[in-house]
């Protein structure tokens, strides 16, 4: 399970430091696998192999004749790619993930449960402030799906 929330720099060749209790997560995995692509929120996920398969299943029992179905699928596949950690402990972000992401220097690496969510460090900055500036709503929200 990947929690907390961390901050390292990416290098000017586009590999990212994950994080040593990421590392120990991911290494954990049986093929210590990954799939990297792109998030609607214009951040980047990490996912552990067997995690991708679970979403790679659930996926396919949305409708296929649904065009934003598609349209939602075109735009996560089209830019997945497999990585693996390096022996430092790092992943390699093309370019165009990169640009995608507006991920340069200073990143945001956030544990979101069975996923890693990679942001841009303004960009995460806004998204906890939008988090904390309605608890109110978001309490309600969280309530109705009864939790």
């Known amino acids: 399970m990947f ?3 961390f901050q390292h720099n990416i290098d000017v ?6 994080p040593t ?9 049986p093929d210590g696998t990954l799939v990297l692509t792109r998030h609607l929120d214009r951040c980047l996920v990490l996912y552990p192999s067997l995690e991708w398969n679970n ?4 996926a396919k029992q949305l409708p296929s004749m649904d065009p934003e179905v598609r349209r939602f699928l075109r735009f996560l596949y089209s830019r997945a790619l497999p990585c693996t950690l390096d022996k430092q402990g790092r992943i390699l972000i093309p370019p165009p993930l990169r640009e995608y992401a507006e991920i340069n220097g200073e990143t945001c690496l956030v544990g979101m ?3 890693i969510e990679i942001w841009n460090v303004e960009r995460w900055s806004e998204e906890d402030s939008l988090t ?11 309530a109705q799906l009864g939790m």
């Open 21 to 29: 209790q990421f590392r120990e997560e991911i290494n954990a995995t």
């Open 113 to 115: 449960d069975h996923k």
């Open 55 to 58: 979403f790679k299943e659930k």
């Open 13 to 18: 060749k586009g590999r990212l430091n994950i």
């Open 132 to 142: 904390t500036a309605n608890p109110n709503e978001i309490q309600k929200a969280m």
């Open 3 to 5: 929690m907390g929330m």
